[in-house]
């Protein structure tokens, strides 16, 4: 009994991205279809190395989440988790032409820049009132009566 020849299997399509008319009602539409761009390229960059997803954990991660959430997915992601994810993605050579992924770099590093404040605001609240002129090392001018001039003159 012969086999019949066997033919490689065929690439898996990409899948679809979410329709506005799906989610006609959903406020996150627009974040949904964004967050599947940038998941295709980035499974496009990943796909160029074989077992970068292994290698490259975190931005896996972000891969799959781009999928389910969309570029909301970006907004939950925790501080320590933002970081890696930055350092890996911008380690790696990002195609001149892929608008989408550079889009994401972006919104990751606004994201991180955004946690890194919230931390500095959660220290010390009022740090961000206070004046760079209130300081020992400054000259501190207040208004005097004649007679205190008078005084500072002669002595």
Do not use: Y
Not at 18 to 41: I, K, L, Y
Not at 95 to 112: F, I, K
């Amino acid at each position: 009994m012969s086999k019949a020849p066997s033919r490689p299997l065929a690439p898996p399509s990409p899948p679809l991205p979410p329709s506005a008319g799906e989610h006609a009602g959903d406020e996150f539409s627009t974040a949904r279809v964004r967050g599947w761009m940038m998941q295709q390229s980035l499974a496009t960059l990943l796909d160029r190395v074989r077992g970068a997803r292994q290698v490259l954990p975190h931005l896996a991660a972000l891969e799959v989440a781009l999928g389910k959430v969309g570029s909301d997915a970006i907004t939950q992601i925790p501080a320590h988790h933002l970081a890696k994810i930055c350092q890996q993605l911008s380690n790696l050579p990002l195609p001149r032409q892929d608008p989408p992924l550079h889009e994401l770099l972006g919104l990751l590093l606004d994201a991180l820049e955004g946690h890194e404040h919230a931390q500095e605001t959660a220290r010390d609240p009022h740090a961000q009132f206070l004046s760079t002129f209130v300081s020992d090392s400054k000259l501190e001018v207040t208004e005097a009566s004649l007679s205190d001039f008078d005084a500072a003159s002669a002595g």
